[in-house]
Each structure stands twice: as structure tokens, then as C-alpha cells.
């Protein structure tokens, strides 16, 4: 029997499972088994805690989307992580530094029990983000769609739009998915934007389809219009699921604030 925990960071679900005695392991056929929401436990993503040997690293951070296929980042995600092994006794360090598949994120909770995370520094080099294009840009014409294409951790693609509620996100997504343009194909944020620091935001994440929140979403959101001067350096971005505060100025790390909540505990048999 393995111990689990469900979680979510604005209805961004997940089933958070401590694997730093390294003994667990889940096949891509589990993990679809188990996100399933009528017949498992359902979530997003399942996000194990595992021990690094890395020189001032606490944890390493493993994410695995609803279809079993592995990814480099869950901003959500890394604010349940941080309340995670602070409930479960698996550290007193604020902040926490955390190693994942696409380098350091640090977390740091606050009073309220809200986490902010420092997400890095984007990444705009097509190649490592990676996009077939002969150079950098603000924008990339993907399936007669213009969209700004970089790295927050995970490849995303945003794409400003008047109403995100009359979209046909689903259908728009899965192409520019499928675009030989995207070898590893991306998450695909519609942003429609309110004021200098507001926006509504809907994002269609690979592997998952939409989600009611993307933490790196989000952020990519804002970085792509603090790039093209329509967006000031903090911004509250409106998820189907809540709100969440980025903050980013152009050549700076950005930073991602929101709540992270339990949901329930519980043992599966794998």
C-alpha cells in the first residue's frame, strides 16, 4: 500500500506521494489508472518528493502529467510541494530549495500558508525551449496562429485573445500542439488582458488538456506582456480555478504567489 496525498493549488489537483526512501515507483499505465476521476483518484498530476545528493538542494521534484508522461515543471504544483514536507515534518527550511527536471526553484511559505515560488529566469533561445525557428522573437506564426513561444520550465505558448471565454481552446490548443514546430509540444495559454496588472487566463496544458489553473502558465502569461509593453511587473492573473500574483521584471527571475491546499489522505494498493 502506498500513502498518498491530495492536494491542489486553484483546482490544479494532485496526488503528492513522498518517495524520498526512494522505494516507490509508478508505470505510465498506472498513473493514467489512478488520474482517472471516476475510476481512480483523480488529479492533474502526480508529484513524488524524492531525496537528492545535490550540495545545497533539500529535495528533488519529479511531476508526472495525468497521461503517465513526465515534465519539467508544475508552478501549482511546487506550492503544494512546499507545504508538503513542511505538514509531514520533512523540513523546517523557509525557503526550501527544490531541484526538478528543468534546474532550482526555491519556495518560501508565508504566514498565511501561501507559497511563493522563484521560478527561474525564462528561457527565449527557440532551441532550448524547444522551437524549430531560425531566431529569437516576440512572436511565431504556429498553425496561422501568433503566439509568444518560450520557457518558464515547461514550453508555452500564449496567445492574447478579446474574451477567453469565447475561444475554442480545445480545438486551437491541440493544433499548435501538433505543430512539427513544437518537438516536445507545449502548454497553450489564451490571455485576455484587463488592465496593466490584471488578467483572465485559460491554459491548455500538454498531457492534460485545461486545467482550472497553470502556475506556469500563468507566469508565462505575464512575461509574454511585460515583453511587448502591455503589462506592468506584477500582475493578478484570473485561473478558472482563482487568482495568482506574478511578479517579473524583464531579465529577472519571476515569481509565482498562491495558495496551496490539502484535500484529503489516503492508501491505494498499485
Known amino acids: 500500500m502506498i500513502n498518498f496525498t491530495k492536494m491542489h493549488g486553484l483546482g490544479n489537483d494532485f496526488m503528492v506521494v513522498d518517495n524520498s526512501a526512494g522505494n516507490i515507483s509508478f508505470s505510465a499505465e498506472q498513473i493514467r489508472a489512478l488520474a482517472q476521476r471516476h475510476f481512480g483518484i483523480g488529479f492533474d498530476q502526480?508529484?513524488?518528493?524524492?531525496?537528492?545528493?545535490?550540495?545545497d538542494v533539500d529535495f528533488r521534484y519529479v511531476i508526472y502529467n495525468s497521461d503517465g508522461s513526465e515534465v519539467e515543471q508544475c508552478g501549482n504544483g511546487a506550492r503544494c510541494f512546499a507545504r508538503f514536507v513542511r505538514e509531514k515534518g520533512l523540513?523546517?527550511?523557509?525557503?526550501?530549495?527544490v531541484e526538478t527536471k528543468s534546474g532550482l526553484i526555491s519556495l518560501f511559505i508565508n504566514d498565511d500558508h501561501s507559497v511563493r515560488v522563484d521560478m527561474g529566469e525564462p528561457v527565449f533561445n527557440p532551441s532550448d525551449v524547444p522551437l524549430i525557428a531560425p531566431e529569437e522573437s516576440l512572436y511565431y506564426s504556429i498553425e496561422g496562429y501568433e503566439v509568444g513561444v518560450f520557457s518558464t520550465g515547461n514550453p508555452h505558448c500564449v496567445m492574447i485573445v478579446d474574451d477567453v471565454e469565447g475561444v475554442d481552446v480545445e480545438t486551437i490548443a491541440l493544433r499548435i500542439?501538433?505543430?512539427?514546430?513544437?518537438?516536445?509540444?507545449?502548454?497553450?495559454?489564451?490571455?485576455?488582458?484587463?488592465?496593466?496588472?490584471?488578467?483572465?487566463?485559460?491554459?491548455?496544458?500538454?498531457?492534460s488538456g485545461e486545467t482550472l489553473a497553470c502556475g506556469s502558465g500563468a507566469c508565462a502569461a505575464v512575461i509574454h506582456g511585460v515583453r511587448i509593453g502591455?503589462?506592468?511587473?506584477?500582475?493578478?492573473?484570473?485561473?478558472?480555478?482563482?487568482?495568482a500574483?506574478?511578479?517579473?521584471?524583464?531579465?529577472?527571475?519571476?515569481?509565482?504567489?498562491?495558495?496551496?491546499?490539502?484535500?484529503?489522505?489516503?492508501?491505494v494498493d498499485v
Not at 91 to 96: A, E, L, M, Q, R
Not at 230 to 243: I, N, Y
Not at 247 to 261: M, R, T
Open 230 to 243: 502591455q503589462l506592468d511587473h506584477k500582475v493578478t492573473a484570473h485561473l478558472r480555478g482563482g487568482d
Open 46 to 55: 502526480l508529484l513524488m518528493i524524492e531525496s537528492t545528493n545535490t550540495k
Open 245 to 267: 500574483l506574478i511578479e517579473y521584471n524583464k531579465g529577472e527571475h519571476v515569481f509565482l504567489s498562491g495558495p496551496a491546499q490539502f484535500v484529503f489522505e489516503g492508501w
Open 177 to 207: 500542439q501538433q505543430s512539427n514546430l513544437l518537438p516536445n509540444q507545449a502548454n497553450i495559454g489564451f490571455m485576455q488582458i484587463i488592465s496593466r496588472n490584471e488578467i483572465n487566463l485559460r491554459v491548455y496544458e500538454r498531457g
Open 91 to 97: 523540513s523546517d527550511k523557509n525557503p526550501i530549495s
